[in-house]
């Protein structure tokens, strides 16, 4: 600092090299305060479902697409839904995205998690075998398959029949009302409800292969159950929907179903690890619009991805991307490209910032600088001529010896051109001190 000092207080070009130090200075500790910004990295994982699901599949579709980009997806097979944000909580797992279903969260902690909106919405089929049933109270005591552990057909079923009072044991294990829970593999379930080994089977998207569902929907043995009470299923339970099948939408030829079928699901959400990059987030969010903006058989056009905010909230990066769209540098230039200039940016806008409106007061520093050190040497000149009439000869020789230190002073100082008229204004008034000093004194 007393180096800057110097060089800020000495003449000529060296002004400028002081400037350029003090720019420097403020780079470095901009560099050290704010840090580089870190890489967005070119590698994520996504933890998605058992092979064959929507969600697999899903995931597949983001991995095509994220390729394009130069970011590589490497797709986790989970056991669904539950499963899925089990392993993003767990900061073991090298999981950095999940596909999650809505009220899958329960009373678990999930602060440090955050929604990249919700993608799709993901009905719950119940087929079942035997005599139509209007009400889900009518399966007690029956044999139900609800999903196997950590899908979120599961935990949902549960919930569904704690609320209409049915109470079932597991894996076989009678309840207090008879009802039984088994785990029938995929490829033997529709046999086994055709044969009355299973009563009814619980099924959604994320857990359960599409083709399975496809095969039961379209199977006239056994029975899609119609959820006349959807309306209030989905008051009681805030993360549902009220979703419709229409009649004929399997099969128009064969009129599959033959009507309009009632059906209630929640949302699907891109939930995320608090901390996920920016860029990163972009990409994810523009992979979930090429894939989910187009209408469905349960949505509308552009209807996702949307910040629908549930047990998670909706992360800031989001919010941007939903109000405003794609980073305009991720918009225009490939990702690596775009990553190395918001890096360095993340750099240069504080020291701007910061050196900006330094670079306007500097010329005033050091004009009051220089301005300051010519000026200084009047008050050493007022105090020779005060003492000067009361002065013996001896003092008086004194006083010009003191006038010639001040007089050599002035003149080693560098000082620029244009402080010229304040410098030889003082050599002047300084040759004028001297001619009084060497008069004799009057009588």
């Given at each position: 600092m007393k180096l800057l000092k110097r060089l800020l207080t000495m003449g000529g070009a060296v002004p400028l090299i002081g400037m350029t130090l003090l720019a420097l200075l403020v780079l470095v500790v901009a560099v050290l305060g704010f840090g580089f910004s870190p890489a967005p990295g070119d590698t994520l994982t996504i933890a998605a479902g058992p092979e064959g699901s929507n969600f697999a599949r899903t995931a597949a579709r983001y991995q095509k697409i994220l390729e394009q980009q130069g970011v590589k997806l490497n797709i986790l097979t989970t056991g669904g839904s539950r499963d899925n944000l089990r392993r993003l909580m767990d900061p073991q797992q090298k999981v950095d995205v999940a596909l999650v279903l809505g009220g899958q969260a329960g009373e678990a902690e999930v602060e440090k998690l955050v929604s990249l909106g919700?993608?799709?919405?993901?009905?719950?089929?119940?087929?079942?075998?035997?005599?139509?049933?209007?009400?889900?109270?009518?399966?007690?005591?029956?044999?139900?398959?609800?999903?196997?552990?950590?899908?979120?057909?599961?935990?949902l079923a549960l919930a569904l029949l704690a609320?209409?009072?049915?109470?079932?044991?597991?894996?076989?294990?009678?309840?207090?009302?008879?009802?039984?829970?088994?785990?029938?593999?995929?490829?033997?379930?529709?046999?086994?409800?055709?044969?009355g080994q299973v009563h009814a089977f619980?099924?959604?998207?994320?857990?359960?292969?599409?083709?399975?569902?496809?095969?039961?929907?379209?199977?006239?043995?056994?029975?899609?159950?119609?959820?006349?009470?959807?309306e209030a299923y989905t008051r009681r339970f805030s993360y549902l929907n009220k979703l419709t099948l229409p009649r004929g939408a399997i099969n128009l030829g064969e009129d599959i179903p033959a009507t309009d079928v009632r059906l209630i699901g929640p949302t699907v959400q891109l939930v995320a690890r608090e901390g996920l990059h920016p860029a990163l987030s972009d990409l994810l969010l523009e992979a979930a619009r090429a894939v989910h903006a187009r209408p469905g058989m349960y949505a509308k056009p552009g209807e996702f991805p949307s910040p629908i905010e549930r047990e998670f909230r909706i992360s800031e990066d989001a919010q941007r991307y939903y109000s405003s769209g794609r980073n305009v540098?991720?918009?225009?230039?490939?990702?690596?490209?775009?990553?190395?200039?918001?890096?360095?940016?993340?750099?240069?806008?504080?020291?701007?910032?910061?050196?900006?409106?330094?670079?306007?007061?500097?010329?005033?520093?050091?004009?009051?600088?220089?301005?300051?050190?010519?000026?200084?040497?009047?008050?050493?000149?007022?105090?020779?001529?005060?003492?000067?009439?009361d002065a013996d000869t001896a003092r008086r020789a004194e006083l010009l010896q003191r006038l010639d230190r001040i007089d050599a002073a002035v003149f080693n100082t560098r000082v620029p051109s244009a402080f010229g008229d304040l410098f030889y204004d003082l050599r002047g008034h300084i040759a004028q001190v001297r001619l009084q000093l060497q008069q004799k004194p009057t009588a």
């Open positions: 919700s993608v799709s919405y993901q009905p719950l089929m119940l087929f079942y075998h035997g005599q139509p049933k209007k009400l889900l109270s009518e399966f007690k005591g029956l044999r139900l398959d609800i999903g196997e552990e950590g899908s979120g057909s599961r935990t609320a209409n009072g049915i109470k079932p044991g597991t894996d076989g294990a009678q309840g207090g009302d008879n009802t039984v829970l088994v785990n029938t593999p995929d490829q033997d379930i529709a046999k086994a409800l055709v044969s619980f099924a959604m998207n994320e857990s359960t292969p599409t083709a399975l569902i496809r095969e039961l929907l379209r199977s006239g043995k056994v029975h899609l159950f119609d959820f006349a009470q959807a540098l991720y918009r225009t230039f490939p990702f690596w490209v775009a990553s190395l200039i918001a890096r360095v940016a993340a750099i240069l806008v504080p020291v701007l910032i910061v050196l900006i409106p330094g670079m306007r007061v500097l010329p005033v520093v050091y004009r009051w600088s220089m301005t300051r050190r010519i000026y200084r040497y009047y008050g050493e000149l007022q105090k020779l001529e005060k003492e000067w009439p």
